[in-house]
């Protein structure tokens, strides 16, 4: 089966410019998660959805960013007046139920600000 | 907090032999952990997922354990091949998300 899709794989932006990035998880994933990636890091958590409402967005790290995931399928990544600071490799990835699940990732998007 | 670290960051070794890489997390309260693999520009690709309530789990030339009680979990690699160079991660599941390491890159050389 299709596994977990990103869409676009790379983003140029200008600084101060609005994103929205794609995820579509894996069919029947209650589960969906983002994760921000910078270059020689692990990734690191953003925020989490069970079904259509964010269960942790603790690792959202300002209110420039925001996610939806409105039918509890398919998510978009949303950043405001994106800083240069916020180029990295955002991750996506989703599993069957939370809490112990085996999660499995798309390939990323890599979004330069300049 | 939970944190994770791997040790060493870069390990080269030549074509053949037996490694392993080494994951530490503090806080023993977590659901499982994964091993990832991550080659150069590309996602990750799960290889191992221990659950909390055992000890190792195998697949082809890889074993990984755990040891909840130390923080400590270890991924074995058998007969290393030039195609197991890429970076490798671990991972706790920690109340629902992943709190990863920052990765082991490996090279094995022919």
Not at chain 1, 56 to 81: C, H, M, W, Y
Not at chain 2, 72 to 77: G, M, P, W
């Amino acid at each position: 089966g299709a596994g977990v899709s990103q869409t676009p794989s790379n983003k140029v932006t200008e600084k101060g410019k609005y994103v929205e990035l794609r995820c579509d998880p894996i069919s029947g994933h209650t589960a969906l998660y983002w994760y921000r990636q910078s270059l020689g890091q692990g990734p690191e958590f953003l925020i989490y959805f069970q079904g259509t409402g964010a269960a942790d967005d603790s690792g959202l790290p300002n209110d420039r960013f925001f996610a939806v995931r409105p039918e509890g399928s398919v998510s978009t990544l949303k950043i405001q007046r994106t800083e240069r600071g916020d180029s990295a490799v955002y991750l996506c990835a989703s599993s069957l139920r939370p809490d112990g699940y085996e999660q499995f990732f798309g390939p990323g998007t890599r979004l330069t600000v300049l | 907090k939970q944190e994770v670290t791997q040790i060493p960051a870069a390990l080269s070794v030549p074509e053949g032999e037996n490694l392993v890489l080494n994951c530490s997390f503090t806080d023993s309260a977590i659901y499982n952990l994964q091993w990832f693999r991550q080659d150069p520009g590309k996602g990750l690709t799960s290889l191992l997922l221990i659950q909390s309530s055992q000890r190792e789990q195998t697949s082809g030339r890889l074993n990984a354990s755990l040891d909840k009680s130390s923080g400590r979990s270890t991924l074995y690699i058998a007969a290393s091949q030039p195609g197991d160079s890429a970076t490798y991660l671990c991972a706790v599941s920690h109340t629902g998300k992943l709190i990863f390491g920052q990765g082991t890159t490996l090279q094995v050389k022919p």
